[in-house]
């Protein structure tokens, strides 16, 4: 069993759609969470950096953690065509270690 | 753009042969790390480099090695090709370690 797991889509939404991606973990260390958009032929960008449990807000995206679950979600209010990318999910343990964990990605496609 | 720049951007080499991907990191970043992205395996951590120094080592094959020099740049060595080997690498930076790591656009390598 991976220790990250994400449905790899694809997933098909209409313009202005709210959109809901998520990632499920096994490791218990994990403690911050990261979600990154990779376009295609293009390096991951980083979207959202989380902490520990809770629910954070940057514009049209929010990224929502539930570590009692093992459960995190990244949630585009008011899709657009030019958030059509994959979405990675990425998490490590605290302490020292810089080590992250990616999940395989979910293709999301916007339809104008 | 992240800042963190990779070369050459595609390769294109034969079985058993040797190349070297480079990689500078975002000025004032000292940590480089390198991923390899293929599409059965998702983005899968090959190794860090801090300050020149090796930090951490993820799924690295004994046929690759890397390394990072004075000035920061980083070179990922890939030996005996194989066609498994065929995959996106990226290298990403950090200001610090642990911190957030911000990709470059990746080298696109096909072993014929």
């Known amino acids: 069993q991976k220790e990250v797991e994400q449905d790899p889509g694809p997933l098909s939404v209409p313009e202005g759609a709210i959109v809901s991606l998520n990632c499920t973990y096994s490791n218990s260390a994990f403690q911050y969470f990261m979600w990154y958009r990779q376009y295609s032929r293009k390096g991951p960008e980083l979207l959202m950096y989380t902490y520990s449990s809770g629910n954070k807000e940057d514009g049209r995206f929010t990224a929502q953690v539930d570590k009692s679950s093992k459960y995190i979600s990244l949630f585009i209010r008011d899709s657009q065509p030019s958030d059509s990318a994959t979405y990675l999910c990425a998490m490590r343990a605290g302490g020292a270690t810089n080590k992250l964990i990616f999940g395989t990605g979910t293709l999301l496609a916007v339809q104008p | 753009d992240s800042g963190v720049t990779q070369t050459p951007k595609h390769l294109i080499t034969a079985t058993g042969q040797r190349v070297t991907l480079r990689c500078s990191p975002r000025?004032?970043?000292?940590?480089v790390y390198w991923y390899q992205q293929s599409l059965d395996q998702g983005l899968q951590f090959l190794i860090q480099?801090?300050?020149?120094?090796?930090?951490a080592k993820g799924n690295i094959l004994e046929r690759f090695s890397a390394q990072q020099f004075p000035d920061l740049h980083s070179e990922l060595n890939l030996s005996s090709l194989e066609l498994g080997d065929s995959a996106l690498y990226f290298c990403a930076s950090s200001v610090t370690d642990p911190d957030t790591q911000y990709f470059g656009p990746g080298t696109r390598l096909t072993v014929l």
């Open positions: 480099y801090y300050n020149g120094e090796e930090r």
């Open positions: 000025s004032g970043d000292l940590s």
